[in-house]
Each structure stands twice: as structure tokens, then as C-alpha cells.
């Protein structure tokens, strides 16, 4: 019941969070230098045409009356259409979405795996030479902007050794595994780095609690003691740390989409922000926003599962 207690006031707080990211959204994109009218209709457009063009975008409306229009086409899931792609905003959205979202976790899993394994070698090997180069190792990988890392791993691994396609998405399911696994490596591998070090931590820090050595002492094997005592209680504070990195990863799919010319969300926003089509933005953004959010929420109450006292 304190469970339930807590994942349905989790669920209320969504309300404020999600209209203060609608208002937040809809001031900052009316505050980019341009004029949406204009740059449809181009630098030789006549004043009445671009006054009209504004009417008819509602753009000659208050902010606010401009917002509250924005509310209610929200409400009913209209997102409006795109002048530049000239189709519904909700149809782009959905054509390029699963692009994105397939990308995002493709990436999480990648860092996932290189995360448990290099912790908890580096954690079991405190100090030694390889705890040293898994530490440093990560550090670089740390520092390293994504669209450089992203650019190396194109110039190495696609121009060079050509065992990996430049850009592209792929037809069939598996086409998306082998055309996005260099993508999915730079965004995991940014992630990873801060994870490692965490996980790390943790996981030395609970190689010394008593429990640990009572397990021990009980005649457990030792892969028994790793999986069940040492892991579960190391990767609670390390799943939170995963939720917010996620958030983070999502935003570099902007960068990185540009990079292997993947046709996802990314690609698609930062070519609607070059040509200030306002419907294009607001919808993408929002569905960042909310995947985000999304992420959040699923952050706690796994980590309510894993430790709960945090129901209380």
C-alpha cells in the first residue's frame, strides 16, 4: 500500500512538472531572433504578405493568447503543421520517434554492459594496474566531446576499416542493430564513463560491510555473495545516476543524429530550429521533454524496489 501510496503522488507531480515545461518551451522558442512569416515566404516577400502569413499563424496574437491557443491544440494532441515539410507535426513525430527511442536504449543497454563488468573488475583490483587503466581509461572517454568521439569512431571504423556504414538507419530490425551500433557506442561510452566510477565506489564500499562478510562466513559461493549482496545493495545509489544520465543521453542524440546523418528526432529538430518552424520545435521538444520525465519516474520506483525505505 506505501508502494502504491508513492507511485500515485509520483504520478500527480507530473501535472506541474508538464505545464511549467509547456510555458517554459513556448517563451524560450517565441524568444529566437526571426520571423517564422518571413523566412517562409522569403527575404523578397511584400510587408501585406508577411502580415497576412502572420494572421493566419496567429503570430500577430499576445503571447499569452498565443499560449493558451497552444494549450488547447495540446489538449487534443494537435501539434500543428510544418510549413517547412509541409504535413503534420504529430505524423513527423511518429515517423521519426522510434529512430530516436531505439537509439536512446540501444545506447543505455551499451553503457549498461560495459558499466557492471569494468566496476566491478576495477572494484575487486582496488589499485592495482588494471583498476588504474580502467579508471584512466574511462577519465579520457570522460573528457571527450561526443562529436568528436562520434567523428573518430566514423573516420576509424567506417572510412578506413569500412566494417561499419557512414549514415543511415537500415530497412530490416537487424539493419537498425548493425547501422546505429556507432552511434549507440558514442552515446554509451559517455555515459559509461561517469557510471564506472560510481559503481565503483559503491561496490567498495560494500565489499566491507558486515553483511557482506557473513555471507561469507555462511559458505556462500562467492558468485553468490557478488550478485546478491555486493551488486544489488552497490547499484542503488548507481540506478539513480542512470536515470539522470539517460536524460542527458537524450539531448546528445541531437548531436550525434547530425553526426551519422540518422534520420531521428534529433535531425529533425535541429533542421526545424534553422528554419523557425515554431510547430516542429515545440512538438519535438515536448516529446524530449517528456521522455525525460518519463525516464524520471521509472528511475524511482525502481529505485523504490530495489531499497524500500524510500516508499516511506
Known sequence: MRRFNYIVVRLLQLIPVALGITIVLFFLIRSIPGDPAQIR??????????????????LDQPLWTQYLFFLRDLASLDLGNSFMYDS?????????????????????????????????????????????????GFVLALGMPQFWVGILLLMIFSVRIGIFPVSGYGDTFADHFYYLFLPAFT?????????????????????????????????????????????????????????????????????VERVFAIPGMGMLMLDAIFARDYAV???????????????????DLTYSFLDPRVTL
Open 88 to 136: 503534420p507535426v504529430g505524423q513527423l513525430i511518429g515517423q521519426r520517434f522510434p529512430i530516436t527511442l531505439f537509439l536512446v536504449f540501444y545506447a543505455t543497454v551499451i553503457s549498461v554492459v560495459l558499466t557492471v563488468p569494468m566496476a566491478i573488475w576495477s572494484a575487486l583490483r582496488k589499485d592495482r594496474l588494471a583498476d588504474q587503466m580502467i579508471r584512466g
Open 187 to 255: 552515446l554509451g561510452l559517455s555515459q559509461a564513463a561517469m557510471l564506472v566510477r560510481s559503481l565503483r565506489s559503491d561496490v567498495i564500499d560494500v565489499l566491507g560491510a558486515d553483511y557482506v562478510d557473513f555471507a561469507r562466513a555462511k559458505g556462500l559461493r562467492e558468485r553468490m555473495v557478488l550478485m546478491k549482496h555486493i551488486l544489488r545493495n552497490a547499484l542503488i545509489p548507481t540506478v539513480t545516476i542512470l536515470g539522470l544520465n539517460v536524460g542527458y543521453l537524450v539531448g546528445g542524440t541531437v548531436v
Open 41 to 58: 515566404l522569403g527575404i523578397h516577400a511584400t510587408a501585406e504578405a508577411v502580415a497576412n502569413l502572420r494572421a493566419r499563424m496567429g
Open 281 to 299: 520545435v515545440q512538438g519535438a521538444t515536448l516529446v524530449f521533454a517528456g521522455i525525460v520525465v518519463i525516464i524520471n519516474i521509472a528511475t
